[in-house]
């Protein structure tokens, strides 16, 4: 770092932000993401009644019910398809998938860490081919390509480590035998989207549904749920009970989940489900997150310091949203001091390393805090000089 940009980071570290300025509330993280204070209000009310309870009990299944019952209703949910939870997460469902709906090859559209982290998975399964993947640099998307022989296509709604979003609709010429998985850990609850162009949209829920982690929730075809079934049928693969998916699919139709589940995190996702389902579900969700994510972009427009990082509009994320800044200001120095006012986690993906801020801008998070926000980075970009 030039001295020049040292003196300069130390002078931002060392700026006083007016309290009049800062958001009520300064969370704005890209996951774990904001919780409503009603949600916290009704988990602290629930004290004996469901914490500290069994998740065989009706008390939990029943919030296993409308934590099911909910997303059915915001994602008009196609005849057929099965809200399915499980233990583990996003990460877990990676490995859950490769065993239990990749028959033989997968092609993955790469795009970012997480895109690449379940290729990851299915390149070392040793019970599968070489997968087929379609790669695109940081900041940029690639698409799907139909091909013979690959009977999943898999790439996430929305890269959380770049703020890249990608159009969810089946690849041309894809067969009926070859299913859509799409991670939507980032997108799922914030983004509009048509779950009959999908097989598997899986999420977790610290992200959108502001909640916390360790649960793995997909939103499955009628074919998704046959080639679990016939797969896990078969002789030629084991599959531990902990990543069977047909173990999930049949402990969830009993409003379940196989292992016990982090109680708090069900209480937090119903609470958030029925919340945005009271504010008009995933249209109303839809168009809040477009609308707080276009003030961030329209003010880079206007901040020559400021650039958005994925180039093309079309696939900038309406959830997560990354902003260059220009090397001349170190970023790290502006997300210390917000952070010191209390306005958070804006620091950028770790393993990106840009020199840039990165906000969620989930359905919790609202015009006005957004604005605030935008205000306390101005305060501090017009006096880094």
């Known amino acids: 770092m030039s001295d020049a940009r040292t003196a300069r980071a130390e002078s931002i570290r060392a700026l006083s932000i007016p309290a009049e300025l800062l958001p009520g509330d300064g969370r704005f993280g890209s996951g774990p993401s904001r919780i409503r204070d009603a949600q916290m209000e009704v988990l602290a009310g629930l004290g004996r009644s469901v914490m500290g309870t069994s998740h065989r009990q009706p008390p939990v299944k029943q919030l296993v019910s409308r934590i099911r019952s909910g997303l059915a209703e915001m994602f008009a949910l196609p005849e057929g398809y099965e809200v399915v939870l499980g233990n583990g997460g996003s990460t877990a469902f990676w490995d859950v998938a490769a065993l239990g709906l990749v028959r033989s090859r997968a092609q993955h559209l790469v795009f970012g860490e997480f895109s690449q982290k379940f290729a990851t998975e299915t390149t070392a399964a040793p019970h599968l ?46 067969g009926a035998d070859q299913l859509v998985l799409i991670d939507a850990t980032s997108a ?11 097989d598997a949209y899986y999420f977790a829920p610290q992200k959108a549904f502001a909640s916390e982690g360790g649960l793995w929730i997909a939103l499955l075809s009628p074919a998704a749920i046959e080639r679990a079934q016939r797969l896990e049928a078969g002789t030629d693969r084991w599959v531990p009970s902990f990543l069977s998916l047909t173990s999930a699919i049949d402990n969830s139709r009993k409003d379940q989940t196989l292992n016990t589940p982090a109680v708090a995190t069900l209480v937090l996702l119903a609470e958030q489900i029925e919340w945005m389902n009271q504010q008009g579900g995933l249209a109303w969700a839809d168009a809040r997150t477009r609308a707080t994510s276009s003030m961030l972009y329209d003010w880079a427009a206007r901040r020559p310091e400021i650039t958005p990082f994925v180039a093309d509009p079309a696939a900038r994320s309406q959830v997560v949203v990354t902003l260059d800044i220009d090397e001349a200001i170190d970023a790290t120095a502006v997300a210390s001091v917000l952070r010191g006012h209390g306005v958070v986690d804006i620091e950028p993906y770790r393993k990106l390393g840009r020199n840039q801020i990165r906000v969620g801008t989930f359905p919790a998070v609202g015009e006005q805090d957004v604005a605030a926000l935008i205000a306390v980075l101005d305060h501090v970009l017009d006096r880094s000089n």
């Open 188 to 198: 799922a609850g914030g983004v509009a989207v048509d779950v009959s162009e999908t």
């Open 129 to 174: 081919a070489e997968p087929d993947i379609v790669r695109a640099e940081s900041g940029s998307l690639p698409a799907p390509v139909g091909r013979e022989g690959v009977d999943v296509y898999a790439w996430p709604h929305n890269e959380t480590s770049t703020g890249v979003m990608a159009p969810i609709r089946r690849p041309q010429g894809a």
